[in-house]
């Protein structure tokens, strides 16, 4: 496709349930990301990929947030145990590597927990 | 960190150009300035970038100073879909680094 798809739009998840989370990248895009937004803030930044790479995950809240990428193109972002605080949009953005291009986000996952 | 200051909102007639105020005292010479948008329920959409010199696209202007201290985005002829927030980042030439975001500027257009 011509954007970034993530699925599912919304997701309602029980405390303690387990959420995966996925992005489909621009094709051809190396470079991945996934940012949290709480309500009225801005995006924050959770980990980053360069194709099946990991190479940054220090946003990752706690070790119940895994992402992963495992054949450089869709990624998946799952949460283990939610709790509350877990309550957010999820994003994801995908970029070609050359640093003149902006990046392209998707339109988020908005995760509720209950 | 963001590296960016911004006022929370601000207001525009529709019609009117709509100036939007960025400070990056703290830049370094190999940063890009970014502007991304963000309407409500969507992610956020890149608008323009420059490194020093001025720059316009389709959607808008970016006037840098000469210190690069600061910047304007400039949407022309604001219209109602223009309401959004507005973000202001700077980021390093090399590479595909993350994007640090901050509070950002909200804009409404006024009818």
Redesign the interface.
Known sequence: GAG?SQSPRYKVAKRGQDVALRCDPISGH??L?W?QQALG?????LT?F?NEAQL?KS?LPSDRFFAERPEGSVSTLKIQRTQQEDSAVY?C?S?R?R??Y???????TRLTVV | DAKTTQPPSMDCAEGRAANLPCNHSTISGNEYVYWYRQIHSQGPQYIIHGLKNNETNEMASLIITEDRKSSTLILPHATLRDTAVYYCIVRPIQGAQKLVFGQGTRLTINP
């Open positions: 970034v190396v470079s990301f940012y803030q801005g995006p924050e930044f980053y360069q940054d946003g994003l953005a970029v590597d640093p003149k902006g990046y392209t986000f998707g339109s988020g």
